[in-house]
């Protein structure tokens, strides 16, 4: 370990010459392969530069000591770090840090660059062109940023975000450092920033700046790194971009751009205002100089190489990713689940299961124009569209070899016994993913719609979505596909809908008349089940349709839609409030007493005998891909002709639990039974179905506050609540026939 002078603990840059040598060892290094002028740029925060390299070989060559070069390898890929020594001030907060990654505008999204603000450049692998003509790529990323000033106020943005997560930190980290030091090294990955704009002339014909800055981005310890230079009276952005003549202890203004220059100047103003101090060991009144003596020089490792320079962002991301979503170290929700969507697709690069290209616009690093499939005249809506749809194949895939992929990067069990948990994760990732097309992220549990049923992945029709909206009214394929799918997401981009906070505290809105209205508590799915009800399909369709005109008019406010749905109601923007009145909650509650039993009912007994286990149902595919559940994996078929109810149900089934003719198959019509007898026949039986739907859902509620008990085992079986879930779906899918069935033979009005 270097030895720090205790009268001067700021050290000054290296000679020249020693840079030198250090920067020619370190490209002689095998598996180095960083550009030149990143090195440069790193040389004079370096410590003592000598005391890692080697003796020279027999051709005279020095190379970097074995203990100071690590090989770390990523799902991602893999890549060669440099551990060094460096000045406390060096290093770059990065903007492009995954923790604050909601705060900008995602290229992602179609309508970047018509005015918006706070969008963030994509990172690229840097390169450059050899002697033969040839683009060759080395180990170190490129951005770009409109000017000087633009550079320093994405620092600014990110250095704010960066507070504000902070927060969560159990302590405060910058007297942390202050009194310990750092005990961690960071990890900082070099990245060219080339600026748009020419700078302008000084006064004697030079470059007022740089027209390209070259920083080591903190990909480890952002926080670290910003409260370091915190201390020091420093921002990232100046450390990148220059530092103010006056922060040098320099008469007059301007900035210095060179490190080799501002950080001599620096640390002699440092060791200075040590010198003259007292000793004071109060942190919080201390002189900065005393204050910073801590982290005057810290451990830090330096991304030198990668055999895959291309994948270079993805593997330096996805080495931090899983120290701070496994647990959710200082993420939010919404960042917290691109992570980890992001580390999926990054296993799939490095697996050779997706190209680049496509990674890159579904992890929201590269326009949505250029995923695979778009064509020049898709709107808006078509392309959020299609990458949503990407991604949610990606995240619930049928491919076993990602499903594999997948396990190991979300710390899954196996897909056979894959958890709610599990697929919740999933769902708010491609939620989370998703949202970056759209211009402001939403909670990402608006994507917790899907069941068990999508643990064998999810298969879409392929059917590009102009022609499934044209379709929507006629078409249960296309209906069900739009409602599954890509309802929730489209009403939570305009704040229509929100995940259930688990309570009625907050959930207020102001009426059209500036009242004060407690809304209506629902969850998501119970909305999506809203938008289902078959008298409800045509508004729903327009709903549908409305949300898609307001993305394509440049994201306003959706507006309202008729009963009819064939109206839109312009001016008369649509709301929470509007949703719940046009498609109410179905409010099923627990009967106080068990409802009269109809005339053709049994008796029921006085004790409620226990549910029984339910036997394995036939398989039944094409009712089950007639009507799924949401999230259903198969793709929808047009719904045959009703199937009669195997004869083992109703067996398995008592009659206390539910009456034995709604379950029994259905029993051959007498041609010579009168029409108002057999309407009177239809009649009993829909009342004693409704009847025991109303008593079931208040069993269900009875064994669901049981299962609260944590000492109590569990209510239900996998197997058992699978098969009770089929049976609910086969029901469900002849039950929605019937209606249409009955309003056919009804008297127009």
Known sequence: MTDIDTQAPFPLPPARETQERWIEAVLATEGVNVPRAALENAAPFIVDPEEVLGEPDSRGVRRVKAGAVRRIRTDAGDMVVLAVRMHGVGGVQWSHNERISSIWRSVADPTVGQGTEKTLASVLPWSHVDAQGRECFMAALRSGARNRQALLMDAEDAADALLKRDKVRPYDLEEDLVLNGQQEPGMY?????????????DTEDGPVHPSAFWGWMA??????????QSIFGLTSGEVLAGVPAEKLGRPGGGVVWDPQDWLTAFSTLLNREYAESDGDLDPKNAPRARRAAAVAVVDAHLVVGTSTPQRLYRIVQMSNRRDHVHPPLEFDPVDR?????????????????????????LSGLAPVRELPGTTPDMTVAELRDLRSMALLQELFPVDPEKRHLLRRALSEGPPSQLKTDEINQRARAWSALSSLSFPKPWNPRIGQIFTSKVREGIVLSGRPLPELLAAAETDDRAFEELVAYRAAHWLASFGIVEADRGSLDGQEAVGESGELVRRTRRGVPNVLQALRHEKKRRAAVGV??????????GDRQPWQVSGSGGMRMAGREMTPLWLDAAFPKETGTRPRKAPAAPPRTPARPAPRPELPELPELPEQPELQAQVP???????????????????????????????EAAAAPAEPVDDGLPAPDLLLRIESRIREVNAGAVEIRGLLTELKERAGDPSAPVPIERGRADAVVRLLNQTVARLRELPELVEVMAESD
């Open 337 to 361: 689940s691109r992570a980890l969507g992001r580390s999926v697709l990054g296993m799939y690069v490095a697996s050779g299961l997706m190209d680049e290209k496509t990674a890159e616009v």
């Open 189 to 201: 990955v070099p990245q060219e920033v080339r600026l748009e704009e020419r700078p302008g002339p």
């Open 219 to 228: 990909v480890r310890g952002n926080n670290r790194t910003q409260k370091r």
């Open 544 to 553: 549908l349709h409305s949300l898609v005109e307001a993305m394509e008019d």
């Open 629 to 659: 559940a949401p999230g259903h994996g198969e793709v929808l078929t047009p719904p045959p002709a009703p199937a009669a109810v195997p004869a083992a149900i109703p067996a398995a089934i008592p009659a206390a639990r539910a009456p």
